[in-house]
C-alpha cells in the first residue's frame, strides 16, 4: 500500500494505492492519527485501492466516529467495483460518506 497526502488548505485528500489488509491498515491509521488536528477536512480517494479488508474498514469506521465528534467531513471517493461491492456486502456503504 502507498499513501500519497496532500494539502488544498485545510483540505487532507489521502490517495491510497494498492491493498489495505491486515498489515497495512496499521499503517494508514497511523498516517490519519499523525495529522489529526492539521485539516478541517479529510478525503480518501480510492481510485487505484484494489482491495480492502475488514481490518481497513475498522479503520475507516473508528476514523470517522474520531471526526465526527470534531464536526469534521470525511468522504471516500473514487471506488472501483471490486471495492464497492466490498462495502455493499458489509454495509459499511450505508454508513460511510461514499461519492
Given at each position: ?20 489488509d ?39 469506521i ?5 471526526l ?18 466490498i ?13
Amino acid at each position: 500500500m502507498d499513501i500519497t497526502k496532500s494539502y488544498n488548505e485545510k483540505e487532507l485528500t489521502l490517495s491510497i494505492e494498492g491493498r489495505i489488509d491486515t498489515i497495512t491498515s496499521k499503517d494508514l491509521d497511523k498516517e490519519i492519527n499523525d495529522e489529526l488536528g492539521n485539516f478541517d477536512s479529510l478525503i480518501m480517494d480510492f481510485t487505484d485501492l484494489e482491495y480492502i479488508s475488514s481490518a481497513g474498514l475498522r479503520v475507516l469506521i473508528a476514523t470517522q466516529k474520531k471526526l465526527k465528534a470534531d464536526d469534521v467531513p470525511f468522504v471516500i471517493k473514487n471506488i472501483n467495483e471490486a471495492v464497492g461491492e466490498i462495502f455493499r456486502m458489509s454495509g459499511f456503504d450505508k454508513i460511510l460518506d461514499i461519492q
